[in-house]
């Protein structure tokens, strides 16, 4: 088989990790696979970059000098203690080295001149990966296989240049990404790409945006015709809910991508959207795999899933900490454009939308966002909308949690939603507001944050989703 597996921030966050990356890698290696491996950042690395560019922009160069030291230290550290053959730890320290000098000077000259860029931004945050490959290589080479770093752009990823969240030409990047890697593979040659980084067609660094590392792998995946993308977590694959709160939760062995879009969507954080989105598209089955046990098969995604007799529900999430806006007004009323020009104002503002509600009667539209980004929503749309004839009030409401029921099982099925509603009456747990998409794959709904953890409980019980 010929499989993409992925390797997230926890999962390479030291040298121990690391190490037990590579001996993952190794064992599917000697099943004769054809294995290409994509890495995230060491664990916290790309939020220390973000923060130190930032603080570069306003002219702290003391701290540019401290910041490469520490992140050096950092990667230097992981190393030594995964790579055990002097010479392999000479050249994957001399290209660590190299990297964080091109960082400093970097740094350095945004600190000179006082600006950050978005272009600027982008080659500043995906140094985490660049330095986190070359390492991986050093252990993957230290476990007796041969292996060759490369970059997004290297591998053959082409995007736009939309910086901070660029979109692959996936016609240019299947063409790119099989010259650059099917050769290696037949070699016997475990590449090792750097997440969340691609290069625009003039070879300018880009980054793929929120959930970047995934997004590679389904990219890269789609690219060279994988049989499967592997996602490797501390976890045993997609849970019916989250096991922190239902102690039941189980795994689920089979799931569609739009059922996993969904979960993804509403608080699931195992796979983003995107990658799935990309993944579902190109028809590449995705795979959760569990780090703590690699022989157990995990969660397999696939396009279509066969509904079983009474499977109506697959899985209970929430997302904990979410506003309530709503937009008001009589004169809303038969005012269409009003709600596209709601949305376009948080566009602009890079606020998510998790959740939207409207009223029969037209008088109100509620929004759900996440609670960080609440007020700063409520200011724009003030700023945008009040002192026009259609809009009264825009207020803000926190405190909130949305549980959102999900399963393919619900299409067409009726008494779902009674079923939902009923569970939440009987546990007393008021309801505040209503979405449910015209595809019928979930019910959402915003509860008060001190009732979700019972909402979510109840809902699971009551599905018999433990079971």
């Given at each position: 088989?010929?499989i993409?597996?992925?390797?997230?921030?926890?999962?390479?966050a030291?040298?121990?990790?690391m190490?037990?990356?590579?001996t993952?890698?190794?064992?599917?290696?000697?099943?004769?696979?054809?294995?290409?491996?994509?890495?995230?950042?060491?664990?916290?690395?790309?939020?220390?970059?973000?923060?130190?560019?930032?603080?570069a922009?306003?002219?702290?160069?003391?701290?540019?000098?401290?910041?490469?030291?520490?992140?050096?230290?950092?990667?230097?550290?992981?190393?030594?203690?995964?790579?055990?053959?002097?010479q392999?730890?000479g050249?994957?320290?001399?290209?660590?080295d190299?990297?964080?000098?091109?960082?400093?000077?970097i740094l350095?000259?945004?600190?000179?001149?006082?600006?950050?860029?978005?272009r600027?931004?982008?080659y500043?945050?995906?140094?985490?990966?660049?330095?986190?490959?070359?390492?991986?290589?050093?252990?993957?080479?230290d476990?007796?296989?041969?292996s060759k770093?490369?970059?997004g752009?290297?591998?053959?990823?082409?995007?736009?240049?939309r910086?901070?969240?660029?979109?692959?030409?996936?016609?240019?990047?299947?063409?790119q990404?099989?010259?650059?890697?099917?050769?290696?593979?037949?070699?016997g040659?475990v590449?090792?790409?750097?997440?969340?980084?691609?290069?625009?067609?003039?070879?300018?660094?880009?980054?793929?945006g929120?959930?970047?590392?995934?997004?590679?792998?389904s990219?890269i995946?789609?690219?060279?015709?994988?049989?499967?993308?592997w996602v490797?977590?501390?976890?045993?694959?997609?849970?019916?809910?989250?096991?922190?709160?239902?102690?039941?939760?189980?795994?689920?062995?089979?799931?569609?991508?739009a059922?996993?879009?969904?979960?993804?969507?509403f608080?699931?954080?195992?796979?983003?959207?995107?990658?799935?989105?990309?993944?579902?598209?190109y028809?590449l089955?995705f795979?959760?795999?569990?780090?703590?046990?690699?022989?157990?098969?995990?969660?397999?995604i696939?396009?279509?899933?066969?509904?079983k007799?009474?499977?109506?529900?697959?899985?209970i999430t929430?997302?904990?900490?979410?506003?309530?806006?709503?937009?008001?007004?009589?004169?809303?009323?038969?005012?269409?454009?009003?709600?596209a020009?709601?949305l376009?104002?948080?566009?602009?503002?890079?606020?998510?939308?998790?959740?939207?509600?409207?009223?029969?009667?037209?008088e109100?539209?509620?929004?759900?966002?996440?609670?960080?980004?609440?007020h700063?929503?409520?200011?724009?749309?003030?700023?945008?909308?009040?002192?026009s004839?259609?809009?009264?009030?825009?207020?803000?409401?926190?405190?909130?949690?949305?549980?959102?029921?999900?399963?393919a099982?619900?299409?067409?099925?009726?008494?779902v939603a009674?079923r939902?509603?009923?569970?939440?009456?009987?546990?007393?747990?008021n309801?505040?507001?209503?979405?449910?998409?015209?595809?019928?794959?979930?019910?959402?709904?915003?509860?008060?944050?001190?009732?979700a953890?019972?909402a979510?409980?109840?809902?699971?019980?009551?599905?018999?989703?433990?079971?």
């Amino acid at each position: 088989m010929k499989i993409v597996m992925k390797f997230g921030g926890v999962s390479v966050a030291d040298g121990d990790k690391m190490r037990r990356v590579g001996t993952i890698v190794r064992k599917f290696h000697r099943d004769n696979h054809k294995l290409i491996i994509v890495t995230s950042a060491m664990q916290s690395v790309t939020d220390s970059l973000t923060d130190m560019a930032r603080r570069a922009s306003k002219g702290e160069k003391k701290a540019v000098h401290d910041f490469i030291d520490a992140i050096h230290s950092k990667h230097k550290k992981a190393a030594e203690s995964a790579i055990m053959a002097e010479q392999i730890l000479g050249r994957t320290m001399a290209v660590v080295d190299s990297r964080c000098d091109e960082l400093k000077n970097i740094l350095l000259g945004i600190a000179h001149i006082g600006e950050l860029t978005p272009r600027s931004r982008d080659y500043v945050l995906g140094y985490g990966e660049k330095l986190s490959a070359p390492v991986l290589q050093g252990v993957i080479e230290d476990l007796g296989m041969k292996s060759k770093a490369l970059t997004g752009g290297e591998a053959g990823i082409v995007t736009d240049d939309r910086f901070g969240d660029a979109t692959p030409l996936m016609n240019v990047t299947a063409h790119q990404a099989r010259q650059s890697l099917d050769h290696l593979l037949d070699e016997g040659i475990v590449p090792v790409i750097s997440g969340f980084i691609a290069s625009t067609q003039e070879g300018v660094q880009t980054t793929l945006g929120r959930g970047g590392s995934d997004h590679t792998a389904s990219i890269i995946g789609a690219a060279v015709k994988a049989d499967e993308v592997w996602v490797w977590k501390d976890v045993e694959g997609l849970m019916t809910a989250n096991p922190r709160i239902v102690k039941s939760a189980r795994m689920i062995d089979t799931i569609s991508f739009a059922e996993a879009m969904e979960l993804a969507h509403f608080g699931a954080e195992v796979i983003h959207p995107k990658a799935l989105e990309c993944a579902a598209k190109y028809q590449l089955p995705f795979r959760i795999k569990s780090l703590k046990d690699p022989e157990s098969a995990g969660t397999i995604i696939v396009n279509e899933v066969k509904v079983k007799a009474g499977d109506v529900v697959k899985a209970i999430t929430n997302i904990a900490d979410v506003s309530l806006i709503t937009v008001s007004g009589a004169s809303m009323v038969g005012t269409p454009r009003l709600a596209a020009k709601v949305l376009q104002i948080l566009t602009d503002e890079d606020v998510d939308v998790l959740m939207i509600s409207q009223s029969s009667s037209e008088e109100s539209i509620t929004l759900a966002i996440p609670k960080t980004s609440g007020h700063k929503a409520q200011n724009a749309l003030e700023l945008s909308l009040l002192g026009s004839k259609q809009v009264r009030e825009v207020t803000i409401e926190d405190g909130l949690s949305i549980v959102a029921v999900v399963g393919a099982g619900m299409r067409g099925t009726p008494g779902v939603a009674a079923r939902v509603f009923t569970t939440m009456a009987r546990n007393s747990i008021n309801i505040r507001a209503i979405a449910q998409g015209s595809s019928e794959l979930n019910i959402s709904f915003i509860v008060n944050k001190a009732d979700a953890k019972k909402a979510v409980e109840a809902l699971h019980s009551d599905f018999k989703l433990g079971e």
